[in-house]
């Protein structure tokens, strides 16, 4: 038997500038099918004296928006895991 299942991962991304300092900040969602639904954040600060380059916030906001959500999709399914087998998950 083959099944696919559709997961979609929403990521937004906000920047905020004061002077020479800058912010983004992203939220990576996650929604299944099945109704799973999970939200990562993530923060990246440019220092005054770097270069403005606005994508390098960016990448960086949501690659730990990204991390925070795979760590979160991991912790879950270690509790799915316990739940049902009734022992701790070990990786």
Do not use: C, F, Y
């Not at 960016?58 to 799915?80: I, N, T």
């Amino acid at each position: 038997m083959h099944t696919m299942k559709r997961w979609s991962v929403d990521i937004l991304v906000s920047e905020e500038s004061e002077g020479d300092a800058a912010r983004t900040w992203a939220e990576a969602g996650l929604r299944s099918e099945e109704g799973a639904n999970l939200r990562g954040h993530g923060m990246a600060r440019k220092h005054p004296a770097d270069v403005d380059i606005p994508d390098i916030g960016d990448e960086l906001a949501v690659s730990r928006a990204l991390a925070d959500l795979a760590r979160q999709l991991r912790q879950a399914a270690a509790e799915d895991i316990s739940d049902s087998s009734g022992g701790a998950w070990r990786s």
